[in-house]
């Protein structure tokens, strides 16, 4: 902004201030590929804090992916993040009025895959070869005590609240599937740890009606947190320790 000239040199003072530009400014945040194309998420003040899916294509086109009034954002673990994915142009995300994730394509509006109840859903990836979305799941159903959380499976072909495929733990967070689809990986802890005190890395073999077969902890424990794990092409596990005393891949 440009100081009025008729204010002498060092007099003049901005009308805007930084907590004003903080207050307005957009947030950007869970950056996603798919194929050439770029999604991340931004959350809009001048739209209540709603939170949007924006695409950036190949062509340079910048889109407003979700439509009023759905608003991308999920609570689970409290904290949010990973609220949605893509794959193959599909769009799945948790919905924030009802927790319920959605399927939106490019030709249809936003559709829920999941039942109505008391459930939250995040951090979801694709299990292709067997047509389903593998997310953690918290189950709010029993008002006495903490929300029980599960790492479920869920047909993308049917409406419901997911199978639940692992389970026990207090949390659970980034299941990820192998490229080749054989394997799951997933981090678990219990209170009273927080993510960052201590984290346990396990892998277990999916077997063909979905369930999981042999799972074994590979890294981690009450004094060393593991996150951040994916899988490369050629299905290595990678993921980041501080068993050093330094955050390390």
């Known amino acids: 902004m440009t100081p009025p000239k008729t204010a002498p040199y060092g007099s003049w003072k901005s009308p805007i201030t ?10 950007l945040q869970e950056i996603a590929l798919d194929g050439k194309d770029i999604y991340w998420l931004e959350r ?22 979700t439509p009023q009034p759905f608003n ?26 009802d927790q319920r994730i959605y399927r939106h394509t490019p030709d249809s509006d936003p559709e829920p895959i999941t039942s109505e109840g008391p ?35 869920i047909k993308l072909d049917q409406s419901h609240a997911g199978d639940v ?19 799951l990986a997933w981090l678990t802890w219990n209170h009273p740890n927080m ?5 346990e890395l396990w892998v277990a073999h999916i077997q063909l009606d979905g369930s999981l077969k042999k799972p074994q902890k590979i890294a981690g424990g009450t004094d060393e947190s593991i996150f951040q794990p994916e899988w490369s092409p050629d299905g290595i596990l990678y993921f980041v320790s ?4 330094w955050w390390n891949l």
Request: net charge negative; with cysteine.
């Open 18 to 27: 930084s907590d004003m530009i903080v207050a307005g400014a957009v947030k």
């Open 44 to 65: 809009r003040p001048q739209e209540a804090g709603r939170n949007v899916i924006v695409k950036y294509t190949a062509k340079g086109d910048m889109i407003d992916v």
């Open 72 to 97: 991308v954002r999920t609570r689970v673990h409290e904290y949010g993040g990973a609220a949605f994915l893509v794959h193959e142009s599909q769009i799945y995300f948790s919905n924030y009025e």
């Open 119 to 153: 459930f939250w859903y995040a951090d979801g990836v694709i299990d292709v070869a067997r047509n389903r979305l593998i997310c953690v799941r918290e189950d709010h159903s029993q008002s006495e005590r903490d929300a029980i959380n599960t790492i479920v499976g």
């Open 165 to 183: 495929l692992e389970s026990g733990n207090d949390f659970y967070s980034n299941p990820r599937v192998s490229p080749d689809g054989s394997k």
């Open 195 to 199: 993510p960052w005190d201590g984290t």
């Open 242 to 245: 501080d068993r050093t005393g």
